[in-house]
């Protein structure tokens, strides 16, 4: 008998059937053993009959909550039945695992007349039992969301003849500056991990791909501990060439963020708000866009928040854009642009008066993007990256504007980052493992 998954039985009322999963509950009375079973697609009340089965229902009674079990049984309508009105009958149940008592608890045990409350272990000791931790509906339904966006995103971008490559991780030099990057010994000699696939993605350009995208790890070292910040997750990035302007990558972004957005919401936003309490709101376009100037000037007037002296976005204005954009626009996201040259990289083409050409893309007060068009010209490349005493450590990137290079932009955005803010959570509970300065296991 093939096994089916539990979302399957409702197609198999009176029949013979096979599931397996783990064991959510398990509950005795005097002529019943009910069980809880769960997995990936959802549970199911299994029941044993002990004047039928008293030796399986003695077995069953005795089974440990996360023990992993194969049931076969017949599937019949019960109106009694909480789980959707469906139970399973069981006349065979084999024991695959037996679980240990459970490390930790994944949610609070509410308090009953016997017993009292027990509450939710501390989110580090779950970090340290994740496979655990991750064994519940909600937790799988972070994943699942993933996946529908990240699927949406990769099939927009192939219906408009984007190529997916697959750039290398470890790298000679850093992608960037220098700094925040984990060197690693190869064979003898320096190497490191890529905080981006910025260079391979120009790279593509000058091959003449024209348009690429790339989903892999990400790498900062950086020691930052805040609600969004990691050392290591998964990038979404992109590169286009011909483009006119910057601007035409905002379009780009908005596009595929509705698209992927209106995606997630059909499959998953009604148990997304259900789960998580939060409502998953499709933007409309275009979203709204102003200088760094324009908007610490209206940080300054509506909520007194003094302009530091910067050319960049600080945390708190970052937060802060988010009340401003909800009250002037009625939107959650809003792209920044004009930020000082001192706060860009070396390859973000600059106008004529020295102002970069990219943007910053925030979602509910959290930067998701940073965005730009590249300096394709060879010459003044290299000068941008003397400016900033780079031109040794990216001799083997300007070589690739050196033969011919078609002006091109790109831009990037962290999928665990757009799980925490779809979800509201930190991000070391958006992630299917998080790492930071302190956490390397498991």
Same mark, same amino acid.
């Given at each position: 008998?093939?096994?089916?998954?539990?979302?399957?039985?409702?197609?198999?009322?009176?029949?013979?059937?096979?599931?397996?999963?783990?064991?959510?509950?398990?509950?005795?009375?005097?002529?019943?053993?009910?069980?809880?079973?769960?997995?990936?697609?959802?549970?199911?009340?299994?029941?044993?009959?002990?004047?039928?089965?008293?030796?399986?229902?003695?077995?069953?009674?005795?089974?440990?909550?996360?023990?992993?079990?194969?049931?076969?049984?017949?599937?019949?309508?019960?109106?009694?039945?909480?789980?959707?009105?469906?139970?399973?009958?069981?006349?065979?149940? %084999?024991?695959?695992?037996?679980?240990?008592?459970?490390?930790?608890?994944?949610?609070?045990?509410?308090?009953?007349?016997?017993?009292?409350?027990?509450?939710?272990?501390?989110?580090?000791?779950?970090?340290?039992?994740?496979?655990?931790?991750?064994?519940?509906?909600?937790?799988?339904?972070? *994943?699942?969301?993933?996946?529908?966006?990240?699927?949406?995103?990769?099939?927009?971008?192939?219906?408009?003849?984007?190529?997916?490559?697959?750039?290398?991780?470890?790298?000679? $030099? $850093?992608?960037?500056?220098?700094?925040?990057?984990?060197?690693?010994?190869?064979?003898?000699?320096?190497?490191?991990?890529?905080?981006?696939?910025?260079?391979?993605?120009?790279?593509?350009?000058?091959?003449?791909?024209?348009?690429?995208?790339?989903?892999?790890?990400?790498?900062?070292?950086?020691?930052?501990?805040?609600?969004?910040?990691?050392?290591?997750? %998964?990038?979404?990035?992109?590169?286009?060439?011909?483009?006119?302007? *910057?601007?035409?990558?905002?379009?780009?972004?908005?596009?595929?963020?509705?698209?992927?957005?209106?995606?997630?919401?059909?499959?998953?936003?009604?148990?997304?708000?259900?789960?998580?309490?939060?409502?998953?709101?499709?933007?409309?376009? @275009?979203? @709204?866009?102003? %200088?760094?100037?324009?908007?610490?000037?209206?940080?300054?007037?509506?909520?007194?928040?003094?302009? @530091?002296? %910067?050319?960049?976005?600080?945390?708190?204005?970052?937060?802060?854009?988010?009340?401003?954009?909800?009250?002037?626009?009625?939107?959650?996201?809003?792209?920044?642009?004009?930020?000082?040259?001192?706060?860009?990289?070396?390859?973000?083409?600059?106008?004529?008066?020295?102002?970069?050409?990219?943007?910053?893309?925030?979602?509910?007060?959290?930067?998701?993007?940073?965005?730009?068009?590249?300096?394709?010209?060879?010459?003044?490349?290299?000068?941008? $990256?003397?400016?900033?005493?780079?031109?040794?450590?990216?001799?083997?990137?300007?070589?690739?504007?050196?033969?011919?290079?078609?002006?091109?932009?790109?831009?990037?955005?962290?999928?665990?980052?757009?799980?925490?803010?779809?979800?509201?959570?930190?991000?070391?509970?958006?992630?299917?493992?998080?790492?930071? @300065?302190?956490?390397?296991?498991?």
């Amino acid at each position: 008998m093939k096994r089916i998954q539990i979302k399957e039985i409702n197609h198999h009322i009176n029949e013979q059937v096979l599931i397996a999963g783990f064991v959510g509950s398990v509950r005795e009375g005097k002529t019943m053993v009910f069980l809880v079973l769960r997995d990936v697609t959802g549970c199911v009340q299994v029941t044993i009959d002990k004047n039928q089965t008293l030796e399986i229902a003695a077995a069953a009674a005795a089974l440990t909550p996360d023990s992993v079990i194969l049931v076969r049984g017949v599937v019949r309508e019960n109106e009694y039945v909480h789980l959707g009105g469906i139970e399973i009958l069981a006349y065979e149940i %084999t024991v695959e695992s037996v679980a240990a008592p459970l490390p930790i608890h994944r949610e609070e045990i509410p308090a009953t007349k016997k017993k009292p409350a027990v509450p939710r272990s501390e989110l580090d000791v779950r970090l340290d039992y994740r496979w655990i931790d991750l064994r519940t509906e909600k937790n799988q339904l972070l *994943f699942k969301t993933q996946t529908a966006l990240v699927a949406a995103m990769r099939e927009y971008l192939v219906q408009k003849g984007f190529i997916e490559i697959h750039t290398p991780k470890l790298i000679a $030099a $850093a992608s960037e500056s220098g700094a925040d990057v984990f060197k690693v010994d190869y064979f003898g000699r320096d190497a490191f991990l890529a905080q981006s696939p910025q260079f391979y993605k120009q790279m593509a350009m000058a091959a003449g791909f024209e348009r690429i995208f790339e989903t892999g790890p990400v790498f900062r070292a950086e020691k930052s501990y805040t609600a969004k910040h990691t050392t290591e997750f %998964t990038g979404f990035d992109l590169e286009v060439s011909y483009i006119e302007s *910057f601007r035409d990558l905002m379009v780009l972004e908005e596009d595929i963020l509705v698209y992927a957005l209106e995606k997630v919401k059909t499959a998953y936003g009604e148990e997304i708000e259900k789960q998580f309490g939060v409502p998953l709101n499709v933007p409309t376009k @275009p979203f @709204p866009v102003v %200088t760094l100037a324009e908007l610490y000037t209206a940080l300054e007037k509506e909520y007194g928040y003094h302009t @530091p002296e %910067t050319e960049d976005l600080t945390t708190e204005a970052e937060q802060l854009s988010y009340q401003w954009v909800q009250k002037h626009y009625g939107h959650e996201f809003l792209f920044i642009t004009d930020y000082g040259a001192g706060k860009r990289a070396f390859y973000h083409m600059r106008d004529e008066n020295g102002t970069p050409q990219g943007y910053d893309l925030i979602w509910k007060g959290v930067e998701i993007t940073t965005g730009a068009q590249r300096e394709h010209r060879y010459e003044i490349l290299k000068r941008q $990256a003397r400016e900033k005493g780079l031109d040794d450590d990216v001799k083997f990137y300007l070589e690739f504007f050196k033969y011919g290079c078609p002006p091109h932009g790109g831009f990037g955005m962290g999928i665990d980052r757009l799980t925490m803010l779809m979800t509201g959570l930190h991000i070391n509970e958006a992630m299917f493992l998080f790492r930071s @300065p302190k956490r390397l296991t498991p």
